[in-house]
C-alpha cells in the first residue's frame, strides 16, 4: 500500500523560516518525481513546486520563487520543503504528492501526481 506522509507544519511568524518534510512507503522513491502543493482555506490548491526523481529538475510557483527550495534524499526516502521568508499569506494546508514512477522532469500540474498525502498545516501570523 501506498502512503505519502508529511510533516513539520506549525504556526510562525511572518519572516521566520520553516522546513516542511515527506517521505513515502510502498513506492521506489528514486524513481517517483515529487511535488508540493497548497490549499489555504477558501482558495483552490495552487501548486507550489516540484522536483524530478533525477533530481536534475525543479519549479517553482511564483509566489514562492526566491524563499521556497525545494531539495530531496532519495537514500532517506524524503523530499523537503525549506521556507524563508514566511508571509501570512503562505498559510494553508500543504500536501505532498508523489508521481507514476519514471516521470520525466516533474509538472506543477497535480493531474501528473498519482499519490497524496493528508496534508499538514502551516500557519503564517503577521
Known amino acids: 500500500q501506498v502512503q505519502v506522509v508529511e510533516s513539520g507544519g506549525a504556526s510562525v511568524k511572518a519572516g521566520e523560516p520553516l522546513t516542511l518534510s515527506c517521505t513515502t512507503f510502498?513506492?521506489?522513491?528514486?524513481?517517483?518525481?515529487m511535488a508540493w502543493f497548497r490549499q489555504a482555506p477558501g482558495k483552490r490548491r495552487e501548486s507550489v513546486s516540484c522536483?524530478?526523481?533525477?533530481?536534475?529538475?525543479?519549479f517553482y510557483a511564483d509566489s514562492v520563487k526566491g524563499r521556497f527550495t525545494v531539495s530531496r534524499d532519495n537514500a532517506k526516502n524524503m523530499v523537503y520543503l525549506q521556507m524563508n521568508n514566511l508571509k501570512p499569506e503562505d498559510t494553508a494546508v500543504y500536501y505532498c504528492?508523489?508521481?507514476?514512477?519514471?516521470?520525466?522532469?516533474?509538472?506543477?500540474?497535480?493531474?501528473?501526481?498519482?499519490?497524496w498525502g493528508q496534508g499538514t498545516q502551516v500557519t503564517v501570523s503577521s
Open positions: 504528492a508523489a508521481s507514476p514512477p519514471a516521470m520525466r522532469g516533474c509538472t506543477l500540474h497535480p493531474s501528473g501526481y498519482k499519490y
Open positions: 510502498g513506492l521506489t522513491f528514486e524513481q517517483t518525481s
Open positions: 522536483i524530478s526523481w533525477t533530481e536534475v529538475t525543479t
